[in-house]
């Protein structure tokens, strides 16, 4: 009976990580479509990084004890101590660095799914099974959030107003392309993946009735979701989705087009030719004219950031920190060119993604991290498998989805699609059978010594445990800091709350920013106020905090400086009306009339975007005031 029971255990230990890594996973796609959707939010208020890092963190620590069960019987390979390298390189900065702490919210995401991308990587196909049913049902749940946003058969679908969970249009239409293929699987081939060794005692009229209910239901999502997408608007999801049915062609029927392609003549050959390149270019003379001004702006981006790909070209502006250059490149520019085209005037936005991912990539990790990235796809994409063909298909389908996306948009600043995309490498390395790159290979490529990589293991895990901790503190001080704001607490009181966080939050623009427009509201503590705001700044750039800086000047009695946020912020978005009128009474404050008059003038003669009785009356004031410049120099 003992005996038995220790087998039972034994069992039921062995299935403890797979049910880990199921738990850890469902938890992060969950979280990600419904709770903590962008890896980077410019709100002031929105700071779940915290929450997720110290539940990742701490999983990994779980995980870190449920490996060191069998490492510390055997040795680790090389390929394990990098991994581990890896977590202890990503947990230290996340502790101890000020540029890539848990403040830099997108280098969090970045290490906190590179953590997760290692724990899946031990997973067992059937745990990963489980997972993609999963990601089906979201989708099939996803399908459903549109059905009732759209006041279900009614079909009221405004560009903007179909978003499922994602609070984004453009963002949801991407998400629906993107799990279109793991959808087919399950439907069509998951019964391969599965029970391929399992006899089928179905009748022949329940398999086709079956077979048919499938191809009923797949059509249904397929055409529900190019309803959405047309309807929405999404240049990006129609693009997606073309490119991939093109390649989901090509991998199901290459062996006969390329047959039938070799047997057609020249002519016919060089006419397809001409008609496919003819109606590429309608088509984005099409999709471009679609939402000119919103094209506009993405071409005018790019174009800013690509004169700075000089300033660093070999190691970018590192993992979270292009959202604090940009907002300096675009103001920059416009104070550079005074008359810009009228597109890009009208375009000019707060701004922190460039809408196309390569060149974010080749901005933040410049030509070394590019040529990683392109590394990392050629051996993604040269995954082969004959065992799991199909699976393995849906898995490279789903990446050329995001892929395609990140051409017009940002699907690696989007959880759940980065988080999708760090599943698909993990799923491909778990099915890859080259020799050279599978996994089982790699866990006994070139085994450290037994004490080295005990001593490592245990470094790691104190490394583990103390992030775990620290993120804990941090999360711990991010809760105290959401109380701090919701309460309504006198000012004393409050003002010693942000003191007592200052400690905790001294690399967090966000908090500071925080801080800083508090203490601005006491006039006796503008040079506290200005001394903070010019410590947010050093993290985060935004029209937000720097208006409050110059406003704070001002306050202080600095007008100089006032002047110089002012001028700043109307550079940063040149359509705005009302940061031009502080600009010039800052002007007038200081009898510099000389700019007071190329400001007034300026208002008067700027287009307007957006007409409004507040800019009809900025505009009157602006023309009283030049009038009395005028009547100055004249008398």
Known sequence: MFIQLKKIAIKSIAYLPGLFILFSLTTAFYCALFTYRFAF???????????????????????LLFFSIHAFKSAIS???FIMLLISNIFILLLSYSSCYSLANEYFTCIAIISLLFIIVLTAKLRVLHVIICGLSVAFLWQLYLAFDQMDKFECNITPLNIEGSLQNTGVYCCYLVSNLPFLYYVLFNFKTGILSKRKDSTTAWIQSASKAARILIFSACLGFSAFIIWRSESRTAIIAMATLLFFFLAM????????????????????????????????????????RLSASGRVMKLYIAGGHLSDNPLLGTGIGRFTWHYPQWQASYFASHPNPPQDFYFSASESFILFNEYMQIMETVGLTGFAGFIIIMILFFKTKSTRNQPLLNATKLTVIAILACGFTSYPFHVNILL???????????????NFRT??????????????????????TLFIAALGSYNSFEQWKAKMQWDKLRNQGLADVEERKGYEQLYEAFKYNGKFLTEYGMFLMKDSASSQEAVTILEEAKRYVISSINMEALGRSYKKAGNYKMAIENYRWLSNYIPSRFTTKMELLKLYDQVKDTENAQKIARTILTM?????????????????????????RGVN
């Open 41 to 63: 939010n410019f709100d002031l208020d929105n700071n779940d990084q915290y929450f997720a890092a110290f539940t990742v963190i701490t999983g990994w620590l779980l995980y």
């Open 607 to 631: 287009p307007v975007k957006i007409p409004s009785y507040e800019v009809v009356r900025i505009k009157k004031e602006a023309g009283n005031m030049l009038r009395k410049y005028e009547t």
């Open 252 to 291: 199901n029927n290459n062996i006969q087009v390329r047959k039938r392609f070799y047997k057609l003549p020249r002519p016919v050959v060089l006419s397809l030719a001409f008609v496919l390149l003819g109606g590429l270019g309608y088509a984005i003379h099409y999709l471009f004219h679609l939402k």
């Open 419 to 433: 988080l999708l995309i760090f599943f698909c490498f993990a799923l491909a390395a778990v099915l890859d059978e």
């Open 78 to 80: 090389c390929y394990q």
């Open 438 to 459: 599978r996994l089982p290979y790699l866990y006994v490529l070139k085994t450290i010594r037994p004490l080295a990589g005990k001593i490592v293991l245990c470094l």
